[in-house]
């Protein structure tokens, strides 16, 4: 299919192909640094968010009450969610890593897996987190709080960046390609024009020696059949007087 195209063709062929590649790894690239900025972004805020809630908590620590008998907490983590749609739950839990309080009811009394303790950004497939340590009035570690929320909302932005991208990626390519066919078209006519003529000079040139080759040929030929015709009016007048005797 390619080799039926003209030279301009296919060299614009392969410049497109290469700025098309090009286009497209600079869409990943860009695509994952806006990830990284997006997702630090949300992580710093629920941090905030997570930090106010501690310290709400350590408050009522001071009272000298163990963490699983501070109860206004549960109240205090509904509220907090009810106030962020983007929070999917929050979970309070003793030293121990069990759960006191959370958001969701079902979930009191089960066990938190360590790698949502201690202070840590959490990336999981359902959602992200914020972990932070609960400190007594001590400073000995009472438990902790886990913050989880919904990372859809980075999924969406980095898609319209994406897409946006994409289109500005598209647009640069075919404006491109344009000018370079007609760049090539261009520039190559000259180079084309030349060939075309070194080509009908080379097509003259060998029918000029075939008809040379032809024309000696010929007179060869009529140069044998002269010296035949000769050496037979030879031959006959040779035998001329023999006939008659």
Partial sequence: MIAGLSLPSRIAISIVAMLVLASMLTILLCTSRFRDSLEQREFTIYAFVAADLRGLIENGLTLGLPLKLLHNNQALIERRKAADPNIIGISIFGEDGRILYDTDHARPGSLLPPDQQGERNVRRKDGF?????????????????????????????????????????????????????????????????????????????????????????????????????????????????????
Avoid: W, Y
Avoid at 202 to 207: A, K, P, Q, V, Y
Avoid at 213 to 236: K, P, V
């Fill in 129 to 245: 987190g914020v972990a932070t340590v609960l400190l007594n009035p001590f400073g000995q570690r009472a438990g902790g709080l886990l913050l989880r929320f919904d990372n859809t909302r980075i999924e969406r932005e980095i898609t319209a960046i994406a897409v946006e991208l994409l289109r500005a990626a598209l647009l640069i390519t075919a404006l491109t390609a344009v000018g370079i066919i007609a760049g090539l078209a261009l520039l190559l006519r000259p180079i084309r024009q030349t060939l075309h003529d070194e080509t009908d000079l080379l097509n003259r040139i060998t029918e000029i020696e075939a008809a040379e080759r032809f024309a000696g040929l010929a007179h060869r030929t009529l140069t044998r059949l002269s010296r035949a015709e000769r050496l037979i009016e030879r031959i006959g007048f040779s035998g001329g007087p023999s006939a008659k005797r």
